[in-house]
């Protein structure tokens, strides 16, 4: 299946967590402590039908990695048209000796066989335009909350 391509090439980034791949892969027959499930419904308009979604959000506040904080994945279970499989995640990592963290954010996504040409062009460019919205929606909310007193 789509998803379990996905995970299987993002494989590296896993592997550092193990036992947070296996959720992932086999969520709800192996659950793992510690890892807070939320499921929720988008419809999301990349300037073609709105997409309709489901998905499952896997949050592990306590990974296995030493200097790692959180790993959050995202895995699509179901979309109305348009996707495949989708696996969204963010690794949290803090600086040592210092009140930083750095984010990874990483979209991997399979189109389904009815997208080609042009159809497939204007998707992508929905896509890029979604994601550098949230990423400035993301920035905006962090620079509110986490602003250094003066």
Known sequence: DGFRRLLAESA???AYDAAFHRHLDRYPNASLQGVEDIFYWTVEDFSLKPVVGLH????????????????IATKQIYASHYFQAALDYVI???????DEAYLLWVL??????NV???KRSMLERGLRSNIADMLNALRAQVERQYKPSR
């Open 92 to 98: 949290v990592v803090s600086v040592p000796g210092r």
């Open 12 to 14: 590296s980034v896993f």
């Open 108 to 113: 991997r996504q399979r189109f389904d066989g």
């Open 56 to 71: 499952h959000m896997a949050i592990h506040a306590e990974p296995e990695t030493t200097g790692v904080d959180a790993i």
């Open 116 to 118: 080609g040409g042009i």
